[in-house]
């Protein structure tokens, strides 16, 4: 008879592929975890300002407080994410001792360390990791990361950067299935990552571990259109409690994800949602201020 | 699988969909999605996945399916249930939301989430003597507990003694996930000692 073993890669992934289809929502109080359980999300992810607040706010944006994570915890029986900044590893050893289900080594926290990111080797607890292109999710995925999300721009509730990074993720995979053996050094070199992984991903045309997208997601149709587009599924940040009526627009989310071909479904859950959230067009951020940028 | 093979379906709403489907290629059953009723009625029998089951169990009340699944169970339709699948075919459940449902159908009592958090989560191997041969390999995700098995049959405990397995009739719930561990024996089991035989 085998030991039990932990925080092995194959539980750590397989926690994200149980999440496959759902819809992790943002959430800053317990009262707000409560909405997003009742409303079908798969997880939470605790923090203490969403992120067009903190880009309206500015300062640095850091681990949410310990007593937050503790009672949103205790608020809700999903899975509870929480953030922790770019590099710093002991934000990420104290989020363990916390034991929330996944973190977060987020850009949309100011980044701790502008060389590394964590090495996620080290943790029991599983991690998800932002890309903006195929190259940065294999080096994610190198470090330990059981589950990469496209970055979009967050805080934005502009969809056309999440659109990039999921086309972008998407095709460059399909052009690595595409080339020979032979082209497979080369490639490793371009995309700055180990060539195991380059091999493994051109031989099975996907990654290893679940692509989610996050970062301007407002609308059902959003959602809907990031699942069409071969998200396994959605992170939604300020998308909902920065909107009118937050209670609806979790639903319709929800629903939209989960029926996501059927355009009936999601005509009629997106009736009468009240205001979306009034959003920032991506072009108009100052290059500084677009948290894509950060990792690297 | 020669011959006439089943045609199995796994429930589409959310969760592990893909992987259940990759072990079901692996052993050359046929399969397909099911999302809605007039899908249900076409499979010889239906797999529910892992995934987030008070998810799983609102996605069905929503898209108004919730009765064609519970009537299928009842109608005697083989079904197997992995993690929150057990949970779903449990007719009792403790430590789950306010007002989740199940469809029912196992006469046991199943705690939900009854390890902890993601950090007890942990892969073993166990035995299931209805299978025989090596240890199954098993990966428990946040997985249930079979606390009270009630008038089924257990067919895979843990060494600490915790049922993580049962049958009732054409009924098979485990708390774990085969269809992560790159294992194919329990589904091959229950297509050939459930499903088959159900056909007539």
């Known amino acids: ?296 | 699988m020669a011959g006439n093979s089943p045609l199995v379906g796994v429930l589409a709403l959310q969760g592990d969909v893909r992987e259940h489907e990759e072990v079901l290629s692996e052993l050359g059953v046929l399969h397909r999605q099911v999302r809605n009723a007039e899908q249900l009625a076409e499979v010889d029998a239906l797999i529910i996945p892992g995934g987030e089951s008070s998810v799983i169990d609102k996605l069905t009340r929503i898209f108004g399916f919730r009765d064609d699944i519970v009537a299928a169970i009842r109608g005697g339709l083989p079904v197997l249930g992995t993690c929150a699948g057990l949970i779903l075919l449990a007719d009792r459940i403790t430590g789950g939301l306010d007002d989740q449902q199940t469809f029912g159908g196992l006469d046991v009592t199943v705690e939900r989430n009854a390890f902890g958090s993601q950090v007890d989560s942990f892969e073993t191997s166990i035995d299931m003597p209805a299978i025989g041969g090596a240890a199954i390999q098993s990966s428990f995700i946040r997985a249930p507990i079979v606390r009270d098995a009630g008038s089924a049959e257990v067919i895979a405990t843990l060494p600490s003694g915790e049922i993580v397995g049962v049958r009732q009739g054409n009924l098979v719930g485990i708390s774990f996930h085969p269809e992560v561990s790159n294992e194919t024996r329990v589904h091959d089991w229950w297509v050939r000692t459930v499903v088959v035989p159900s056909l007539g």
């Open chain 1, 1 to 296: 008879m085998a030991e039990n073993t932990v925080g092995t890669l194959r539980i750590k992934s397989g926690l994200a592929d149980m999440l496959k289809g759902g819809v992790i929502m943002d959430v800053v109080t317990p009262e707000q975890a409560r909405i997003a359980e009742d409303a079908g999300a798969v997880a939470v992810m605790a923090l203490e300002r969403v992120p067009a607040d903190i880009r309206a706010q500015g300062g640095v944006a850091r681990m949410s407080d310990p007593d937050l994570i503790d009672a949103i915890k205790r608020e809700v029986k999903i899975p509870v994410m929480a953030k922790a900044r770019i590099g710093h590893f002991v934000e990420a050893q104290v989020l363990e001792a916390l034991e929330v289900d996944y973190i977060d080594e987020s850009e949309v926290l100011s980044p701790a360390d502008y060389v590394n990111h964590i090495d996620k080797t080290n943790f029991t607890v599983p991690f998800v990791c932002g890309a903006t292109n195929l190259g940065e999710a294999l080096r994610r995925i190198t470090e330990g990361a059981a589950m990469i999300r496209s970055k979009g721009e967050a805080g934005t509730g502009d969809v056309s950067e999440a659109t990039k990074h999921i086309r972008t993720i998407k095709s460059e995979i399909a052009a690595l299935a595409a080339k020979n053996s032979d082209e497979l050094f080369v490639a490793a070199k371009e995309l700055q990552a180990p060539y195991e992984l380059v091999k493994w991903v051109s031989e099975n045309g996907k990654l290893p571990v679940v692509l989610f997208v996050a970062g301007g997601v407002a609308t059902p149709a959003d959602a809907a259109m990031m699942m069409q587009l071969g998200a396994d599924g959605v992170f939604v940040g300020s998308g909902i409690f920065k909107s009118g009526n937050p209670i609806e627009r979790a639903k319709a989310i929800v629903k939209a994800t989960a029926a996501y071909t059927d355009a009936k479904v999601i005509a009629e859950v997106s009736r009468g949602l009240g205001e979306a959230m009034v959003g920032i067009n991506v072009n108009d951020l100052p290059a500084p201020h677009r948290l894509a940028e950060r990792g690297w």
